[in-house]
Nanobody, 122 residues
Framework: QAQLAESGGGLTQVGDSVRLSCVGSGYTFSRYAMGWFRQAPGKEREFVAALTWDGTSWKYGESKKGRFTISRDNTRSTVYLQINNLQPEDTAVYYC???????????????WGKGTLVTVSS
């Protein structure tokens, strides 16, 4: 059964950078698109970014371009989310997800990790 485990969150300050990691296990990670979502306190979960199985096509959520970068290393079964110039509004639990196929625009999310909390202090 597919399992996803996020890491890399913690307490940060405005202007810092953070790289979140998500390791997939129990399935053939390299065949599937991956994505990141986040949920801020009191808000709904929102889409952050997604990436195809081979890392050649990606999509970012509204207002996420520029400071967010999604990437993957299939040899490590890991997807990353780099966030630069952190802002207080980036405070959220960040979740990774795997899609039902190799292309995020053709599939749906099937499995989720438990999330990693990023707190940005001003």
């Amino acid at each position: 059964q597919a399992q996803l485990a996020e890491s890399g969150g913690g307490l940060t300050q405005v202007g810092d950078s953070v790289r979140l990691s998500c390791v997939g296990s129990g399935y053939t990670f390299s065949r599937y698109a991956m994505g990141w979502f986040r949920q801020a306190p009191g808000k709904e979960r929102e889409f952050v970014a997604a990436l195809t199985w081979d890392g050649t096509s990606w999509k970012y959520g509204e207002s996420k371009k520029g400071r967010f970068t999604i990437s993957r290393d299939n040899t490590r079964s890991t997807v990353y989310l780099q966030i630069n110039n952190l802002q207080p509004e980036d405070t959220a639990v960040y979740y990774c997800t795997t899609y039902s196929g190799g292309y995020y625009y053709e599939g749906e999310m099937t499995h989720w990790g438990k999330g990693t909390l990023v707190t940005v202090s001003s």
